[in-house]
């Protein structure tokens, strides 16, 4: 690995972040003007995107697998597909639209027309969306190449000897658990899913229905709680337990409470070790999810059921490969019976996937060791800068004695800040990000340094309406915050590049 990681020219909107892999991740929005654009999907900008996030836009060979099973289905209406004949289920059953019927099937891949009716038709999209049950780019890509519908394939580093194996026991290794215990799935949302179901099927049995949110999480964790449980009980407070404990006091039919560690983009944790307390003392279960914060800089597992990872994230920190992770506490009062349900529900990764991460995912410990130095060293030049008005980080702020409790050492012999910081700006935000001279666009935990308008992408309902904004900023968000994934690159060239734009404030 060089020593540092080559600065990135940053592509015009729509350009693939990496540029340079066909299974990219991630989409250049260089401009505030362009993320509008993106989620008003404004036809000027929304005809140069050639990548995006996978679940949120579909990939060029997977659009061309759907126009495959479309010309096979003779229907007029729209086709999608999902990843097994399991996850088609599964999402019948859900939704009680009888389309088994319809599906085709080829290589395991099961397409279906999707409904007449256009709310049932967006709520089955939702599921797919939520549930991670998509097919890759990879999987595509060999589904097309063997029909002879591309020529050639994506050239990259892969280990092909026992990929699957390779990356659940470095993850199983990471978090201090038998290889078994480490379950890989097609995406990290995929992980969440499987595990909240497992979860929540276990705990049904007992009558206990009711789901607590802690933190304000990513948009799809928040949605799964809401479609798939009923009156779930949202709690901002992070600092203290105080309003769980007192949910849990006044509400006898908890079945668990669904967590990031730490949250995003605020970076807050909450007291993970005495939650796990509180929540075996109540009978209901934990489960984090850990993307953020990684399973290389915090020991999380001890203190939860299950934890979930994207390795879409730090653990690839390529940005061109979709993969989770869902690891179950082996020491859990629940590890017989959920192990098996979590088993179960996961849509298994393709192997090209698999082979790819399994490359990347080598050198895991080094690249968050690197990261985390230069986390240490960005946070603090920028902590006073004039133009910004408030920084965020899992290990400052009044959650961060939290955070220490369960954060691990790095090779220096300090706790891990983790790879990530949030930046609130002072003055002009717009002109701001316009003119930073790195990579802009959605995902995380990548080698490169990936600067992200958060609230813009990931809750555009909510800072786009008066109502919204000032919800926001009622839990402490601006809805201009600036959410920087830091990579490999040199730190002090990093530190000019925000110097050089928050100028412009």
């Known amino acids: ?114 409904p007449e009716d256009e709310s049932l038709s967006s709520h089955l999209l939702s599921y797919i969306q939520h549930t991670g049950c998509l097919v890759s780019s990879r999987r595509a890509e060999d589904f097309l190449l063997a029909r002879n519908l591309i020529s050639s394939v994506q050239k990259e580093d892969r280990i092909t000897e026992q990929p699957g194996q390779r990356v659940s026991e470095e993850m199983a290794r990471l978090n201090g658990v038998p290889s078994k215990d480490a379950i890989l799935s097609v995406s990290g949302m995929n ?35 809401e479609k798939f449980t009923e009156d779930p009980v949202v709690i901002y407070q992070m600092d203290s337990l105080e309003s769980i404990k007192e949910a849990l006091r006044t509400n006898k039919n908890v079945a668990g409470i669904i967590t990031e560690v730490p949250t995003n983009p605020l970076l807050q944790t909450a007291d993970l070790v005495e939650l796990y307390e509180v929540a075996a003392e109540s009978g209901c279960m934990v489960l984090s999810d850990i993307s953020v914060g990684s399973s290389v800089c915090i020991n999380a597992i001890s203190h939860s059921d299950v934890v979930v990872e994207s390795l879409t994230k730090f653990a690839s ?25 979590v088993e179960r529900y996961v849509e298994a990764p393709y192997i090209s996937d698999l082979e790819r991460l399994a490359y990347r995912i080598q050198d895991y410990e080094e690249r968050m060791s690197r990261i985390d130095s230069s986390v240490k060293t960005i946070k603090s030049s920028l902590r006073n800068h004039p133009a910004v008005a408030q920084l965020f980080c899992a290990d400052e702020g009044p959650c961060a004695a939290n955070y220490l409790r369960i954060a691990k050492r790095s090779v220096s012999g300090e706790p891990y800040s983790g790879g990530m910081i949030s930046l609130q700006i002072r003055g002009n935000m717009q002109s701001v990000y316009d003119s930073l001279d790195l990579l802009k666009g959605p995902s995380f935990g990548t080698d490169f340094t990936l600067v992200m308008l958060y609230l813009y992408l990931a809750h555009y309902e909510l800072v786009s309406r008066p109502e919204g904004v000032q919800k926001l900023k009622s839990l402490g968000m601006d809805p201009g915050l600036f959410r920087v994934s830091v990579g490999l690159e040199d730190p002090e060239t990093l530190l000019q590049r925000f110097e050089q734009s928050l100028a412009k404030a």
């Open 1 to 114: 690995m060089p020593a540092h990681y080559p600065i990135s020219s940053v592509p015009e909107v729509g350009g693939r972040i990496p540029a340079d892999s066909v299974h990219a991740v991630s989409v250049s929005l260089p401009r505030v003007s362009d993320v509008i654009g993106y989620e008003e999907k404004i036809s000027e900008t929304m005809s140069r995107i050639q990548s995006g996030y996978p679940r949120f836009v579909a990939h060029p060979y997977v659009t061309a697998i759907v126009d495959y099973f479309q010309n096979l289905s003779h229907s007029d209406r729209p086709c999608v597909v999902v990843s097994s004949d399991a996850a088609a289920e599964d999402l019948f059953s859900w939704s009680g639209y009888r389309g088994k019927a319809h599906c085709i099937e080829e290589d395991g891949i099961v397409a279906f027309p999707l």
């Open 191 to 225: 992980s969440v899913y499987a595990a909240f179901r497992a979860m929540h099927e276990l705990q049904k049995r007992k009558g206990r229905t009711v789901w607590i949110q802690l933190g304000w999480l990513y948009v799809d964790n928040i949605r799964i709680v």
């Open 317 to 341: 920190g390529s940005g061109d490969v979709m993969m989770g992770a869902a690891i179950i506490n082996p020491d859990s009062a629940f590890y017989s019976e959920l192990r098996p349900l």
